[in-house]
């Protein structure tokens, strides 16, 4: 089953959460939402805003308000009068991470606004899939595998990679890798689905900073996440806007199928 969900940083906090108990504490919450605003306020920086001030304000409010109705309505417009995948990302998205960056340390916004806001933000990024051509699905069930960076433990993902290739799947391997090599990889390679492998908690942040990197290199990629860390956080793919997470072999070949199908759908109802 997919784990799709409103990421954790909304859920922990916000009161339109599904009624779902959150497991990780404050402490937690705000170092998750300090990886995900610092991740894309660093992507901001180096982009060319193409929205007034007075539109960026707007937007970055909108992010922190109890419904996220208002926000998604402005990205929506902004779709719809032509921005692009591009443009909705690093004018709309990663600008605003950084305009609350601004505020929160002038004390104008507080944690809990920053944590609804940046796990809206890694929700939109999931979500922006759609304004961009799908992957083209060349006929093999493949995949870009990798080791998160930092991640020593390289077993457990070279493993999985030889069952699946025993089992048709085309995996191109990547172990030691940076997030910038990784996100360029993705981003030649055109892979449907790339999978992330993490061995613990203490990979909860290189985790976070890699999928918003990939988010924007690797826009209609499905990301999925495998490792011992889904065993300690059975909700990751949540926590980290992911769109699978699974934890045994059994369960990462049924995910891994479903993801492929979904790809295949996406490819066929394409224009």
Request: with cysteine.
């Amino acid at each position: 089953m997919l784990t799709t969900d409103i990421p954790i940083f909304v859920r922990a906090i916000d009161d339109d959460a599904h009624g779902q108990v959150p497991r990780l504490s404050d402490a937690s919450l705000l170092v998750m939402a300090q990886e995900v605003i610092t991740r894309l306020s660093h992507i901001s920086r180096n982009s060319r805003s193409e929205i007034s001030n007075a539109d960026l304000d707007a937007f970055s409010m909108a992010l922190t308000n109890p419904s996220a109705t208002e926000a998604n309505m402005i990205l929506r417009r902004a779709h719809e009068n032509g921005a692009s995948h591009q443009t909705l990302c690093l004018s709309y998205i990663a600008a605003a991470a950084n305009r609350l960056g601004e505020w929160w340390e002038q004390d104008i916004i507080h944690f809990s606004d920053m944590a609804i806001a940046a796990g809206r933000m890694l929700h939109m990024l999931r979500d922006l899939r759609m304004a961009t051509p799908p992957v083209p699905v060349r006929g093999n069930r493949e995949a870009l595998f990798a080791a998160v960076p930092g991640e020593q433990h390289v077993l457990g993902v070279t493993m999985a990679t030889d069952i699946l290739r025993e089992k048709g799947w085309d995996i191109d391997l990547h172990i030691g890798r940076s997030e910038t090599e990784l996100c360029k990889i993705a981003h030649d390679g055109g892979y449907p689905i790339i999978g992330l492998s993490a061995s613990g908690a203490e990979q909860v942040r290189s985790l976070a900073r890699t999928i918003v990197e990939l988010r924007i290199a690797a826009p209609r990629s499905l990301i999925f996440i495998s490792g011992n860390i889904v065993q300690i956080e059975r909700d990751i793919a949540i926590k980290t806007g992911a769109d699978a997470a699974a934890s045994t072999m059994q369960h990462s070949l049924e995910t891994l199928e479903a993801l492929y199908q979904t790809c295949l759908k996406a490819a066929k109802s394409a224009p």
